[in-house]
């Protein structure tokens, strides 16, 4: 997704080599009107996958589910928490996640009631890094005996293997999509995989 | 909002005399249809306002964010977050917000170089119940030197009390509008402000 890249190339910001810095339009401060242009894209890229159900984790997949959801007919977005609130006395499913970036393991959880089998789930992100949260829905969905149809995210950072992670979690029947995939961050420039 | 009140009681769950769970449409599960009337009718409160951005807290508030915005123009949006990531190196304003529901303090916090002086804040929450949340935005946007033009809330649990602290914390010039407003729980029973 080309507008995307220039995006990130002119607002985001390199730190290292490792991070890339969206807040000024994804995940701090949202673009809103951006926002919907990287919906339609994952409506576009996964409307054949007839999913019925959005599964992204709080707090920054959140948007970008919403905007695909909206670009697919309205689907009906499910967050996985990161902490379990006093009010989700039900069943759960869940799954341990690890964050390279905070180098913390915390535990995502979905109530049973929301994720059942047989659901065709398309799972959203903002950030496809080393691929833990991804694994980790994709984990919560085994669970459930839901079908993940595939998953998008807006960001890859292939050189940190999340994606190859993912595909070979997905298998045969679903696609991974990144809108944008960096191949490098070096000396302030973010480099993308041609 | 009529058809707000009727979902609660459709769709919500009384916990004894203090909680009303949402989580099957508003804030674990998003009824992404719904959330744009929710958004429409924040729309309708609050255009003649003319916020220039909209400022909530992660992760619920997140989605009536984006729906209010999409509703008065695209108005970026502005989340405060809970923990301050590895990668928010910059300058913050910070705000610590108590939640009764967890028994737990945490810090709200915003990077300055999106939040300025003289912006007009539209603060948008899902939930408002003793105010803590509201509070805290109040005072982050008086330490940017924003203006907050309004707050509008989804639900707001009138018996906790909090729409009376964030009415005299706006002062005369914004108003505090709840789309419901809950008189009381009890045995199960919802009831809402005639």
Chains 1, 2 share one sequence.
Not at 36 to 51: N, V
Not at 147 to 154: E, K, N, P
Request: aromatic share 6%.
């Amino acid at each position: 997704m080309l507008s995307l890249e220039e995006k990130i190339v002119h607002d985001g910001l390199a730190l290292g080599t490792q991070i890339v810095k969206v807040d000024s339009f994804l995940n701090h401060q949202i673009d809103v009107a951006f926002l919907r242009e990287i919906g339609q894209e994952f409506g576009r890229l996964f409307a054949d996958k007839r999913p019925t159900k959005i599964l992204t984790m709080e707090s920054s997949g959140i948007g970008c589910a919403i905007a695909a959801a909206q670009a697919l007919g309205d689907l009906p977005v499910l967050f996985a928490k990161k902490t379990v609130p006093s009010t989700m006395v039900e069943d759960i499913w869940y799954a341990d996640v690890k964050s390279f970036t905070k180098g913390t393991v915390s535990r995502a959880v979905v109530a049973r009631k929301f994720l059942t089998a047989g659901e065709r789930v398309l799972i959203i992100d903002d950030f496809l890094a080393h691929g833990e949260a991804g694994m980790g829905m994709i984990e919560i969905c085994r669970q459930a005996g839901a079908v993940v149809v595939g998953m998008g995210a807006v960001i890859e950072k292939e050189f940190q293997g999340g994606g190859a992670r993912i595909r070979e979690a997905l298998g045969d029947g679903a696609e991974l999509h990144s809108l944008a995939v960096i191949s490098q961050i070096r000396d302030g420039v973010i480099s993308f995989r041609q």
